[in-house]
């Protein structure tokens, strides 16, 4: 593969870059060899020449693939080079948020900046474990990792956290703490693990600061060691610091801040045991205010204190240790305060008397103030004559005042840590263990001293050991695959490490210097100068003679001289340290004093030894000679420390900090490959590619390259034959790869090549299905277009012979249009000039009547005018005669409208006013449409009438007319025409007045009529308005209606949930009960072992929390807790001092208890009677009183036979049990421990014999005092016959004392009837105080139902929810209450009961064995006798016999081909016949042995999944049977007559009803617990990893972590389960269980569970791993899914919300599978994932990886349109399923068809000892 065909058009490449470092390129035209320029086009489109040199400027690094891009391993990369590293970790934490990447055996951290939720305990769950390349990278999968093989290799391990300050070093390390704290937890309730965490908050209070680049930077470096025994379970952790910055103390540089410590102390202040510090601000204390920042953004100093001082006093260190510690930090920073004032020499100095400060630091640390003060100014100096005291000048006196803080400091940090180990360590043999090691990075200032040299140095050390370790991994790889090995050249940095601590070195010339009386730095550098001058990693500065530059692997850096020599000795003056050693306080004379006399020279020579190793004490140095300087000790603690990491298996993880601002998910290029170069990641990519960095298996690389394979290839069965001549097909040279046992190793480029060839033959595949595809889709088009065109022809001259006909037929109409057309034309000239004749005639016609018309009208207006008039003023009294009369009327209306308004008010309220109302308008629209349809009738009809009068008055007119033309005819012939006038005036007025009347009756007609049609719209709207308001009302009844319908449909949802939680909550705590029960029983065991069988014993870790051989005796909690003295006396004599069953003595117990009651009551009547004997003149009572009164008598009287009864059959039970146990004291007496036992319990029975017969004397005397007392009463005449009679037919047998006494004893009744009147009286006031309670409840909900009727939606679900929390708070306080109580008596009381009640029946099984008699009758158990009535008598001693026969030694196979649950069936005929003799003891006894016995048995095979099935379904079928054979009429509803005959007759056993279901529950988890650790392994493999549908997963490039050394390489890993074995192993389950005859609905239970387990499993290993979430994943996962649902609905399990369990990985698949482009998708995802959360959605996305190039990535863009549609979202955060989850069983009643009498039971059983009954 030549460079030119790497180079060619369209490669892409980086180029250098100021500003990011690397750019990404694209070559644009071919590269031939020999151009000196490379033609490029950039991702901005601009192009650039990029020159090529040979030395100068090389050929520019290759890009990787796109689908490269991303992965989880840098070394899975084709190109592996500095920018590929850093482009892909860039891709991975900005675009998905990953901050974690492996790079080989390194895992990358880079700091987010931001909390995360990828640290719970679900996920430590996710990767215990699990192989480390099977998850995504992770601290706890690096942890895993190294917890694995210390278990498998047996070999100690260590953690190596390293990288700059604020790079998350020790969040890291705490994390991985955290993880072998959960996985590793403490086999017993030491708390161990919790004590390793408790010393993080303490180190980091006492060793953390705020610098400017990390607000909680640790300014020391330490090891931690976490010790583990044989079963790898934490037993202890020891702790080593290095190089603790004591200069801190004392100075801190702007923006920084002391140890967390002080600020911590100084915020805590005003506390009341802080008062005696004398603590103010920090602001007001030197050593806390140098830096001006005080506080820290999101940190409270207060809390923190609260925190420390708990993590102290978990760690065991006491109040007044803890006190004495704060006094001598609080004194610190007195002493920084100290005034050292400077004399007017300057060679002097002195501190003021009256100097509080001082006086504070000598009061807080218990020494004297006046030689502090003293010696704070001046020092003792020893020559070899004398010695003499010199004063210190100013500067000098301030400098020893601050090594004095420092040097306090300092030893305070080491008595710390020594007390942290102390408290870490442990007695138990350690076996291994893991180290921890979180150290500092490589620094590098602007100004670097001492503290920097010695850091730098460290990481020398440690990135040798780490390229050591790469190369011998990378060496053992080759030799293991038989890949010839060459030499790798990789970076040795020995010769800086030589330069450093070799002979004359640096650290030897420093020392050197330091032993010269006046050395100073300059002479030392002087010395550097001049001996390494020639080295190559030591450099002298230009431009300064006080400094070196040492070429560090990492980067050259220039040390400043100044310091070094002071800082390297560390001087301390001894007159200080001995008046410290002085002190009244025991602490701090401790701190400086000398170790042990013993103790060696070496040992105590560490005077200010910085790396403690702080298991030992704190040494002390001798005198100057013999101390050992800073860098010798911290040479020499470096020493041992790589011996250590050498002598374990390291794992490295590498912390990177993105920039130096602290924004989260902000990536600074050039900030983070400063620290890849320095952190040595880029060292093991540079070693990796230097080898054969791509490896693949076989079987892989077949997979992946086969298109690049012939068909003759194909047929070649080897398939490594086929891979090795594939390869050398297509790769020429032979050194480009290697071919190993499994695997073929390809050189830094090859698979790049590969992709491009496998890309190449799929683009040539794809063009010619494409061209194919193409040519195809061309034919189809071109046969439809030549059909349509044929088609258009035809109807194209179809359409033209049809135009031409139609044109034919228009033309003959045309012609038939013009000849009509001229007609018509002629036609209107004709009758146009007729018109006109006609008109014009008119017209002069016109004029002459006109004329006469004029003369008329002005005789006419006269008329009118005087019409006018006369009307105006007849009007005009009209109008106020009439306004009149309206104004009255309308004050008369008024006051009828506004009773009537008062009236229609009242009645409008009404819903029938409504109803009337309609009716009413409706009738009144008719009405008056009738009287409109009438008015419009007879408007009609006087039209008609004036029509027929202006006729006649025109008719008249003209006869007038015709008689005025007489008339002026006459009169011009001088006729008189005087009375004609005035007759014609007087008809005119007629006339007119007739008008004017028409006129007026027209406008009242027309105003009428218009007020019935407003009138008529104003009902119709009305009416409208009506009708919508009623059906408006008949809406809000229906919604209201739905509302409560809906609203009780919510609430008995929500109660069944709430139901559904209670029973979860409840199962739980059992659950809970359970384990701490089990943890009990190994505790007491591991207690016994240790007692009696010294030496190691192994435990399973995995025993169930079943077995309990606890009994069940029928006793209260409250009973049991009056028994804590006795028991706790038999505590303390021992286990093997117990004799007796403690159960017969708490019935002891109790009743006397009783009786002592029973003796108070009577003394109460008694004083009563007493008093009542005074008075005489008490009035008689009725007979209904008097009955009562004797009724009351009888029922005393019988109470007292009873209580003598009962003391009789008590004192026999002692008397019984006394000579039991002296039985077992006479057989065992050659104990003496067990005779001591003996001779206490013995006491205690005599005690409670004695106070038995106490109480028994009582109850006689008051008894007697009774009837003397009523004897002495005078009203005995007042009870007649009829009493007598009632006393003798009541039902209740009665002594002839006491129906003599009743008579006598009236007064002692009234009392009591006085007694219970005012007890009634009490109790009506009790009711009615209720009453208000329950009214003042009832208001509050009412408020809280105002209240939410005012709130909003959004508003009422938080409130709801908010309340709903405080009742689950309330309700688990109360529960955990409950919880402690039960603990405190169940370890008072099951601890000892159950060893009591095994010793006594194996006692009483002794004697009965001696003295059993014979059985007299024989019988055959498999002949069914015609009186068998299903009951089953035994012996009281048989019953060890029938447990162990039944339940012990009983095998599911033999009772197989019997009635399912036959073992359940025998034992409740054994309860039903001891319930029959009505024997309690043999029915406690059984029952109390059947669970116990059940228990063992489950114990014992605690991982079998048959034998756990066998006894849930025995366990639930006798809880069963106990309910249908119990009388409860509830159970008897489907009995037969026959069983309801042997329903249980004396005893009600609903509380071991409730034991068994208990039990019950307990067997169910097991079983559940049984069959996901079946199923575990297989879920992951069956659901992501196997292939369904054959080729449809493709095989990526895998890296490193696939080689991991977790797996096991040579027995060829782990074998792969199909989904057909894991449908298979649900089949087995199911079957099992329906063969042992378990409740269908039980079994169903137990299968939606383990599909609850597969749901989880399967979505958690989705969410962390990157290289299963792709499509075709996703498509085989929903096949895989599929299957499953079938074989659910063929088994007829899919109901019941079996299958929503699924539900989440089901829309995990679907978004796998979905398009992820466009906002249409982005909606769907959200429409379509209901049951993912946000963060789970976000995070597939983020992980789906494309196979091939020819899939996209999910954009950025797209993720942040989904996270923006699903931020209103009400969900959790949790990322991970909890696979710890359990639905909670119910346990459905199901009664047996069965008849006892019908049960046949086998001779195989060996039953004999049974009789039938």
Known sequence: MSVTELYSKYTRVWIPDPDEVWRSAEIIKDYKEGDSVLHLKLEDESTLEYSIGPKDNPLPFLRNPDILVGENDLTALSYLHEPAVLHNLKVRFLESNHIYTYCGIVLVAINPYEQLHIYGEEV?????????????????????????????????????????????????????????????????????????????????????AKTTRNDNSSRFGKYIEIGFDRRYHIIGANMRTYLLEKSRVVFQAEEERNYHIFYQLCASSSLPEFKDLTLTS?????????????????????????????????????????????????????????????????????????????????????????QMEHWLCRRKLVTAAETYVKNMPHAQAVNARDALAKHIYAHLFDWIVEHINKALLTSTKQHSFIGVLDIYGFETFEINSFEQ?????????????FNSHVFKLEQEEYMKEQIPWTLIDFYDNQPCIDLIEAKLGILDLLDEECKVPKGTDQNWAQKLYSKHSSSEHFEKPRMSNTSFIVVHFADKVEYQCDGFLEKNRDTVYEEQINILKASKFQLVADLFHDGKDVAPPSAASKTNRINVRAAKPAPKGHNREHRKSVGTQFRNSLHLLMETLNATTPHYVRCIKPNDYKESFVFDSRRAVQQLRACGVLETIRISAAGYPSRWTYPDFFSRYRVLMTKKDMTIGDKKQVCRNLLETLIKDPDKFQFGKTKIFFRAGQVAYLEKLRADKFRYACIKIQKTVRGWLQRIRYRKIRKSAITLQRYGRGYLARRHAEMLRLTRATLICQKQYRMVQVRREYLRIRRAVITIQAFARGMFIRRLYQEFLLHHKAIIIQKTVRGWLVRKKYLHARYAAIVIQCFYRRVRAKRQLKQLKIEARSAQHLKNLNVGMENKIVQLQKKMDNQSKEYKTQNEQLAVANTALESEVNKLHKELETLRVRQAAGTPVASLQEELEKLRAELQEAHSQRKQIEEEFSNEKQGLEQRVEELVKENTLLKKEKEEMNRKIQSSTQGQGGDVSQKESRLQVELDEERQRYQNLLKEYSRLEQRYENLQEDMSSMKFHPGHRRIPSNQSSLGSDSNYPSITMSEAGDTDDTIQQVEEMGIEKAAMDLSVFMKLQKRVRELEQERKRLQTNLDKVEELSKHKGSEPKSSTSEEDINADLAYNSLKRQELETENKKLKNDLNELRKAVADRASENSSSNELQDGYNLLLNQLKAANEELDVRKEEVLMLKTQIVNSTRQSENINHINSNDVSEWTNNKKPVDGEDIVDAPDSKKLLEAQLQTQSRQHKDELEALHTQIELLK????????????????????????????????????????????EKLEKNERKLKKQLRIYMKKVQELEVSQATKSRPELTRQFTVQRKEKDFEGMLEFYKEDEALLVKTLITDMKPNVVSATVPCLPAYILFMCIRHADYI??????????????????????KNNDDFEMTSFWLANTSRLLHCLKQYSGDEAFMTQNSAKQNEHCLKNFDLAEYRQVLSDLSIQIYQQLVRVAEGIMQPMIVSAMLESESIPSLAGVKPMGYRNRSSSMDCESGGPTGYTLQALIRQLGQFYTIMADHGLDPEIGQQVIRQLLYSINAVTLNNLLLRKDVCSWSTGMQLRYNISQLEEWLRGKNLHHGGTVATMEPVIQAAQLLQVKKKTSQDAEAICSLCTALSLQQIVKILNLYTPLNEFEERVTVSFIRDIQNRLQDRIENNQLLVDTKYTFPVLFPYTPSAL???????????????LTRV
């Open 124 to 208: 430590i769950n996710a990767y215990s474990g699990q192989n480390m390349g099977d998850m995504d990278p992770h601290i706890f999968a690096v942890a895993e990792e190294a917890y694995k093989q210390m278990a498998r290799d047996e070999k100690n391990q260590s953690i190596i956290v390293s990288g700059e300050s604020g790079a998350g070093k020790t969040v890291s390390a705490k994390y991985a703490m955290r993880f072998f704290a959960t996985v590793g937890g403490s086999a017993n309730d030491t708390s161990v693990e919790e004590k390793v965490l408790a010393s993080s908050p303490i180190m980091e209070a006492i060793g953390n």
């Open 453 to 465: 040299f010695c850091i730098n140095y460290a990481n020398e050390k440690l990135q040798q050991q």
């Open 1336 to 1379: 003042d409840n009832l208001e509050k909900k009412q408020d809280m139902l105002n209240h939410f009727s005012t709130l909003s939606p959004e508003a009422l679900v938080e409130f709801s929810v908010q309340q709903e929390i405080t009742r689950l708070t309330n309700e688990n306080l109360d529960l955990k209450e409950l919880v």
């Open 282 to 370: 920090a602001e007001e204390f030197t050593y806390t205010s140098l830096g001006e920042n005080i506080f820290i953004e999101g940190v409270n100093d207060a809390e923190d204190l609260v925190k420390t001082r708990e993590a102290l006093t978990m760690l065991g260190v006491k109040d007044n240790h803890q006190m004495s510690i704060f006094k001598i930090i609080a004194s610190i920073l007195h002493l920084g305060n100290v005034g050292i004032v400077s004399e007017r020499d300057g060679e002097s100095c002195h501190i003021s008397r009256d100097d509080t400060h001082l006086n504070h630091f000598c009061r807080l640390l218990g020494i004297e103030q006046e």
């Open 1478 to 1499: 009505n024997d309690d003891q043999k029915v406690h006894s059984l029952l109390t042995a059947t669970i116990n016995a059940i228990k063992k048995v489950l114990k």
């Open 1795 to 1809: 008849s006892l009498e019908t049960i046949h039971i086998p001779a195989s059983l060996s039953l004999d000892f």
